[in-house]
């Protein structure tokens, strides 16, 4: 069974230009996340869909971030200008349910997209 | 708000030694705590997943084990290896399995 997909691995861009990265959850898993890591740290929540809603996107700064997940699959996360700070690697992960206990709450993560912002 | 807290920062062993890694969180208020291995440059691999009923968790030479009442969780790695080196996470959920995570313990095991 595939695991979760996400591409691109790596991504160097110039500040100020736009960036987009790409999500595809295990098959059959309803919840998607996308978490920040930045280095030497934890990773930390950006948003949770579940199916096609977002739920939770208290983290997200949306005067420069979006995220959708079209027909609850595949997601999508940009980055408009983008800026130093960026600067991290951007985890999606996939969940079967959300609910609070039991083992179909266990998290699994893609590889990550690596950015970094010049 | 939680905070989880994971020490040591860093653990650098030879091969072969049983060793403990610990992690401590602020709300015992949780539904379960998952352990999590990172290689450099890759993403999370889940090693362990306890529930808040449970009081260990085992898999091959691993085991974590979870005091809710007094917000501490343990991962023990058996007779450890070259290939154990990584950074292991722990990360809590409370609630929604959105998880709050430890900063993570980096693991170095020399042959």
């Known amino acids: 069974e595939a695991g979760v997909v996400q591409s691109p691995r790596y991504k160097i861009i110039e500040k100020k230009q736009p960036v987009a990265f790409w999500c595809n959850p295990i098959s059959g898993h309803n919840t998607l996340y996308w978490y920040r890591q930045n280095l030497g740290q934890g990773p930390e929540l950006l948003i949770r869909y579940e199916n096609e809603e977002a739920v939770d996107d208290s983290q997200l700064p949306k005067d420069r971030f979006s995220a959708e997940r079209l027909k609850g699959v595949d997601s999508t996360l940009k980055i408009q200008p983008a800026e130093l700070g960026d600067s991290a690697v951007y985890l999606c992960?996939?969940?079967?349910?959300?609910?609070?206990?039991?083992?179909?709450?266990?998290?699994?993560f893609g590889e990550g997209s690596r950015l970094t912002v010049l | 708000k939680q905070e989880v807290t994971q020490i040591p920062a860093a653990l650098s062993v030879p091969e072969g030694e049983n060793l403990v890694l610990n992690c401590s969180f602020t709300?015992?208020?949780?539904?379960?705590l998952q352990w999590f291995r990172q290689d450099p440059g890759k993403g999370l691999t889940s090693l362990l997943l306890?529930?808040?009923?449970?009081r260990e968790q085992t898999s091959g030479r691993l085991n974590a084990s979870l005091d809710k009442s007094s917000g501490r969780s343990t991962l023990y790695i058996a007779a450890s290896q070259p290939g154990d080196s990584a950074t292991y996470l722990c990360a809590v959920n409370s609630g929604y399995s959105t998880l709050t995570f430890g900063k993570g313990t980096m693991l170095l095991v020399s042959p």
């Open positions: 306890i529930q808040s009923s449970q």
């Open positions: 992960a996939s969940s079967l349910e959300a609910w609070s206990g039991g083992l179909n709450g266990e998290l699994f």
């Open positions: 709300d015992s208020a949780i539904y379960n």
